[in-house]
């Protein structure tokens, strides 16, 4: 969906409130695709900021279908993302702005004098992505050995990892062992 921003840029001090429905249904990333199960409209606040400058308030909440990342079971994932970002509009010169980098960060999501707010909501999301997604604080994860989810109960195996700085030390006795 696009929103024009040329009334907000033009006219100091306007405001402009927008509720917009998110048309994406899954998150693709190099982590993966994920399916989005449950989304409330994006609700954004434009408001005027000076000459060609326009403040991005508003929020969105996305639930995910992800897996845990020790021990694979399916876990949903609520992200409650908040916006507040500045933008410009396309007449500004980026010598105009404090960081010459602000042009071009807002091209990815900026046509013109519009705003795509799924591409705008696609980038919050990747910053806002979690570094790892737990079905619980205490997850065990899965053993190493045979598959088996360790919160479900313990498998019996042996996974005891001799400490390979102790190698040589191994090698000198197995050698000097008598059968």
Known sequence: MLVNLSDVFASEGKQVHVDATLEMD???SK???FKITSKTPVHLIFTNNGVGKAK?????????DTVCDRCLEEVPTTLALEFDREVAS???TPDSSEDGDDGEEDLDFMEG???NVET????????NWPMKIL????????CKVCGKNLNEGDCGCDRFVPDPRMAAIKDIFNAN???
């Open 26 to 28: 899954s998150f693709k």
């Open 31 to 33: 982590l993966g695709d």
């Open 177 to 179: 062992k008598e059968v």
């Open 120 to 127: 705008f909501v696609y980038n919050e999301i990747l910053l």
């Open 113 to 115: 004098y519009q705003i």
């Open 135 to 142: 079905c619980k604080e205490t997850c065990e994860g899965i």
């Open 56 to 64: 991005i308030e508003g929020n969105v909440e996305l639930v995910f």
């Open 90 to 92: 396309p007449d500004t």
